[in-house]
């Protein structure tokens, strides 16, 4: 191989000797992979073909003593460092054109204790693996909506799913995170040890460390009523002004999202995805007025498995599409607002286009705000506009179009953003990642990075910045 070129963590180019990069895979019980390795372009690809970039050097991690190694050589030789978990990110933080991809992905264990209701997991395992472990015991904790997507980097940021009404977030159910800091030191962070550390992981994304253990609270999770009503979208206006005074004074059990979307026949609608967590008679009762409002043209609302609504629409979100997306936090959903959204869907360019507004109230609202880094406690509405096609042609045209629906928004955002929705730092710039926070929690961060990661040795991600 000889001298390998690698990218520094500013940005510069230097070089690796054959005995540095040979000493570094004898060190790992993981595989390290290099360009024109078996694997290696598997291993660099990740969920948005948007983002395609070629590490010098992907450390697949086989344990945490691993990890230690990759952040030890990393800071010794001044490499440019990400860190994969699940690679759902749209941002594609994950990977990086010529620096050390920490590759987490096959880091897979998973440990239940049915008695504690309590899970430890490694940062590869995705929503989809973790539930099946802890719904053998008809257990759960509150993940992300699509199975595919990793546990950690979803955590890390909060993590908004169909049990948050009634169990919060899943940042909220951590009870402690294992980490390895910038400085190589491996830490437990919860709510007795390395408090300052465990508020930042909940909420503050990559920027501290790279979590090696997950350990959850579960909850009981048995059967739940999920499914969706389907309006056309000459209704969107009515339903949604209806959905806004609905949720107002549902229980904590329903947790609903309305999303703009097109059918398989290739008509726009709106649906209201929806998830009743508790009896399910009297989760019949709470949703009659939202079932018989329209009424809906389609509603396949019926008692599934928690795992089966959890895959609801999984088919929509296949791997290895264009991604782009678009979010803003509204504190309420306006007429006006509603008129924006209903108006421009009608020119949706592509049917795989979706606008989510989701509901946000329940257990996941009434967490204090600095409790966690997390700061979005009072925001009720979020919009997501998710952007996702096959063929790299159309990206011009799509990508402009959530953008101009995203711009059309802006008159009713409450400034806020949910920092695991955020797109790439070249399109959104610093003074969103800041803008996700809050100027009080950003102040924090920035004060937990000065002591965690003073030289932004983690910086591939939505960065906090330390101080020079
Ligand atoms: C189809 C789809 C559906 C989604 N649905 C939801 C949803 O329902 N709810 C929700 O809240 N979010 C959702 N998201 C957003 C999701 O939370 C983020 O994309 C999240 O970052 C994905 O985590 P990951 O581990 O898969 O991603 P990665 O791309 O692997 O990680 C993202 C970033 O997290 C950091 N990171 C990852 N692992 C670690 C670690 N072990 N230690 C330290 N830092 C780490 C890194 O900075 C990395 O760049 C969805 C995303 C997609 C693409």
Redesign the pocket.
């Known amino acids: 191989m000889g001298n390998l070129g690698v990218t520094t963590r500013e940005g510069g180019k230097r070089v690796l000797t054959q005995a540095e990069v040979d000493g570094f895979r004898s060190d790992l019980r993981g595989a390290l992979l290099l360009p024109g390795d078996d694997g290696y372009d598997e291993a660099r690809r990740?969920?948005?073909a948007m983002i395609d970039k070629r590490p010098a050097l992907i450390a697949r991690c086989a344990g945490a003593e691993d990890v230690v190694r990759a952040v030890t050589f990393a800071r010794d030789h001044d490499l440019l460092v990400?860190?994969?978990?699940?690679?759902?990110?749209?941002a594609g933080?994950?990977v990086s054109d010529g620096g050390l991809m920490i590759d987490?992905s096959g880091m897979k264990s998973i440990q239940v204790d049915p008695a504690e209701q309590t899970a430890r997991a490694e940062?590869g395992v995705t929503w989809a693996e973790l539930d099946k472990e802890t719904q053998a015991h008809g257990l759960a904790t509150p993940g992300?909506?699509?199975p595919?997507?990793?546990?950690?980097?979803?955590t890390?940021?909060?993590?908004?799913?169909w049990l948050k009404g009634k169990y919060g977030l899943?940042c909220d159910n951590l009870l402690s995170v294992e980490i390895v800091t910038a400085d190589g030191r491996q830490l437990t962070a919860s709510a007795e040890d390395n408090a300052d550390l465990f508020w930042g992981v909940r909420g503050g994304?990559?920027n501290f460390?790279?979590?090696?253990s997950f350990e959850y609270r579960l909850h009981p999770v048995g059967k739940v009523l999920g499914g969706m009503a389907i309006h056309p979208l000459e209704k969107a206006k009515d339903v949604l002004a209806h959905f806004r005074t609905f949720m107002e004074g549902t229980p904590d059990e329903l947790v609903c999202t309305a999303v703009f979307l097109t059918s398989p026949d290739g008509d726009p609608v709106l649906a209201i995805a929806v998830c009743y967590h508790g009896a399910l008679d009297e989760g019949e009762a709470v949703l009659k007025p939202l079932r018989e409002f329209g009424p809906p043209a389609a509603d396949n609302i019926a008692p599934m498995d928690y795992t089966a609504l959890q895959s609801m629409i999984e088919a929509a979100?296949p791997s290895g599409w264009q991604?782009y997306w678009k979010s803003d936090a509204l504190n309420d959903l306006s007429d006006e607002a509603i008129e924006v959204m209903a108006e421009r869907f009608a020119t949706v360019p592509a049917p795989t286009i979706a606008v989510i507004v989701e509901y946000t109230a329940g257990a996941a609202g009434r967490v204090p705000v600095d409790a966690t880094a997390f700061p979005h406690r009072e925001t009720r509405y979020n919009i997501l506009i998710l952007g996702t096609w096959p063929d790299a042609a159309d990206n011009e045209r799509n990508i402009g179009w959530v953008r101009g629906l995203w711009q059309a928004l802006q008159p009713f955002s409450s400034g806020g953003v949910?920092v695991?929705?955020l797109a790439e730092a070249a399109d959104e710039g610093a003074e969103r990642i800041q803008a996700a926070y809050g100027p009080r929690t950003y102040g924090r961060l920035v004060a937990l990075k000065n002591k965690y990661d003073p030289t932004n040795l983690?910086r591939?991600?939505q960065n906090i910045k330390p101080t020079p």
């Open positions: 990740i969920y948005n990400s860190v994969r978990g699940g690679g759902h990110n749209i933080n994950a987490l940062p992300g909506t699509i595919s997507t990793g546990i950690a980097g979803l890390l940021g909060g993590g908004i799913g899943a994304g990559g460390g790279i979590v090696t979100f991604n949910y695991n929705y983690f591939l991600n």
